[in-house]
């Protein structure tokens, strides 16, 4: 079964960093796109990144950029987000999508900026 | 940033009635590969978003023959044929053909 297992999710304070990761199964990541998209609550859906298959591009919301940084180690079929000085307006779920049709989503991971 | 406009923002359709949803563009979506990505997602309350029918009109794996997609370059649509209580929640288009991903609003699909 082809599925994506966010982790590392948590309550930090405003300034801090957390680090994200995505498990792939029964598929291997070498040969997809993979995204973050996140959810405020109540919100809609705001893109945060993508990676192109080989980690050599990415881009980033304006949101984000300068903070957070995306990577992937297909060896361990895992993609990445590197959250630095987080902010109030980070609180989201982050989802682990693939593919650019945004085929294939993981369940979240629920990060909290409060102080 | 391309915005991606959703008709309307709400729904109440009555159960076994079709129902149909806009979404316009602000740009074309027709990507420099030549094709155009846009995707609509469903959420029903408490999931994850999943995707029904992705690059306009193609249905993704296991999603059910009454969600259909179409239109072109700027205008598109997403029509339930028969809307059933398991399609309440929210509906969202999207598109990955430039940068930065840009969704929809989201339409709220409910039950009269």
Known sequence: EVQLVESGGGLVQP????????????????????YWVR????????????INSDGSSTWYADSVKGRFTISRD???????LQMNSLR???????YCVRDSSLLVWGKGTTVTVSS | D?????????????????ASISCRSSQSLVNSDGNTYLSWLQQR???PPRVLIYQISNRF??????????GAGTDFTLKISRVEAE?????????TSQSPVTFGQGTRLEIK
């Open chain 2, 45 to 47: 309350p408490g999931q």
């Open chain 2, 87 to 95: 399609d309440v929640g929210v509906y969202y288009c999207t598109q």
């Open chain 1, 74 to 80: 297909n060896a361990k079929n895992t993609l990445y």
């Open chain 2, 61 to 70: 794996s296991g999603v059910p023959d009454r969600f259909s997609g179409s």
């Open chain 1, 88 to 94: 109030a307006e980070d609180t989201a779920v982050y």
């Open chain 1, 39 to 50: 959810q405020a609550p109540g919100k809609g859906l705001e893109w945060v990144s993508r």
């Open chain 2, 2 to 18: 391309i915005v991606m406009t959703q008709t309307p923002l709400s729904s109440p359709v009555t159960l076994g009635q079709p």
């Open chain 1, 15 to 34: 300034g801090e960093s957390l680090r994200l990761s995505c498990a792939a199964s029964g598929f291997t990541i070498s040969s997809h796109w993979l």
